[in-house]
Structure formats: structure tokens, C-alpha cells
């Protein structure tokens, strides 16, 4: 019975850790901008539309997308659907999910670690990597072979109608979201992921160490 209660604390531990570091990253892709700014450039090239003015809007889309923002969306210069609006909403609500999930998740985290340690357990330290490991294993080799038919499968599954299929005459904003910028915001997430990975890595291999010695 103890070694069933420690197995489904250590896959609790490894999944809180996997939910936390998939929300930092996705708040590090989305909400540190220099990354996105990096590549305007192109975009504008692209597109035809400058630098500052996909900037501005780029902005107001991401400003909305706080879980701070109060308000209805706008972009300063582009025109917009019901549907493009719509979708946007629903993209706001579940940022702020993964925002309460990265906040929380560290409550709940630390506590089953500290209960382990409590127990002079750490064999969390190398299932939580495995577990970990396993989701963006399967993501990256998706996103190898053909990110586009990842892209759309992911919509699919999260959304439930197909607001997320814009225009580029009705919603123009999506000219400034190209396919590398969520293949981006995609890496950024598995390497933040894999950095959490590497993190349990080598506090496995020092405790262990530390054991012998």
C-alpha cells in the first residue's frame, strides 16, 4: 500500500511538473515580445504592412490576451470579424488557464515533494523527467514530420468550431501570425520543458552521488 501511495505521488509530482513548465514556456513565448519583435522584419516584407503598424496591433492582440486585460479586443489599425473576435476569446480563456495553472501548480508541487523528502524519497526525482519527457517526445517528432497537419489536429481537438479559420480580407491580423511564429512559440515550450527535464536530471544524479559517498 506505501508503495502504491508513493507511486501515485511521484506520477502527481510529474505531472504538476510538466503542467508548470508548459505554462512558463507558453508564458515565455507569448508574453516576452522581443521574440516576436525579431521577426518583424520579415513580416513586414511579407505582408506589405510595416513594422509599425504590426507592432501596435501585434501588441493590442497580446495586451488583450493578459489575464489582467478587462475589456472587449481592438486592433488599433486592422479590421476584424465576429468569428476572428470570437476565436480570440476563446484563445484569452484558456491562457488564463495555463496563467492559473503557473501560479498553482507550485503550491501543490513543492508540497508533494517536500512530503516525499519528509520520507527520504527521492525516487521522484527520476520519474518526474520520464514522465515529463514522454509529452514533448510526441510533440516534437509531430512537429518534425508535418507541423502544419500538428497545427490543425491541435485546433481541432481544442476547439470546437471553426472560428479559428480566418480570412486574410476579414481578419488581416493573421498575415502577422504566420506558421513559423506558433512553430516558434511550440519550441519555446518543449525546450522549457526539457530545461525542467534536465533540472530533475542532475539533482537525481547529486543525490545520488551524494548517497554513495
Not at 18 to 24: G, N, V
Not at 54 to 81: H, M, R, V, W
Not at 137 to 156: P, R, S
Request: include cysteine; aromatic fraction near 18%.
Amino acid at each position: 500500500m506505501k508503495k502504491l501511495s508513493t507511486y501515485l505521488i511521484n506520477f502527481a509530482i510529474g505531472v504538476l511538473a510538466l503542467l508548470f513548465f508548459i505554462s512558463l514556456g507558453l508564458a515565455i513565448a507569448i508574453y516576452f515580445r522581443p521574440f516576436y519583435y525579431m521577426g518583424m522584419e520579415r513580416i513586414s516584407a511579407e505582408t506589405g504592412y510595416s513594422v509599425d503598424i504590426i507592432k501596435e496591433n501585434y501588441d493590442a492582440l497580446i495586451d488583450y490576451c493578459s489575464p489582467f486585460f478587462q475589456g472587449s479586443l481592438q486592433f488599433p489599425t486592422l479590421p476584424s470579424s465576429a468569428s476572428g473576435i470570437s476565436h480570440f476569446e476563446e484563445v484569452k480563456v484558456i491562457f488564463n488557464l495555463f496563467f492559473v495553472l503557473l501560479c498553482t501548480t507550485p503550491i501543490f508541487l513543492f508540497g508533494l515533494i517536500w512530503l516525499q523528502r519528509k520520507q527520504n524519497n527521492y525516487s521522484y526525482l527520476l520519474s518526474t523527467p520520464i514522465i515529463m519527457c514522454i509529452l514533448p517526445m510526441f510533440v516534437g517528432i509531430a512537429c518534425a514530420i508535418d507541423f502544419n497537419k500538428t497545427f490543425v489536429l491541435f485546433h481541432e481537438i481544442v476547439f470546437r468550431n471553426d472560428d479559428w479559420i480566418f480570412s486574410r480580407y476579414e481578419d488581416p491580423i493573421i498575415l502577422f501570425l504566420p506558421e513559423r511564429f506558433f512553430l516558434q512559440c511550440a519550441l519555446i515550450i518543449v525546450i522549457t520543458v526539457l530545461l525542467g527535464c534536465s533540472y530533475f536530471i542532475i539533482q537525481y544524479v547529486h543525490k545520488r552521488k551524494s548517497i554513495k559517498y
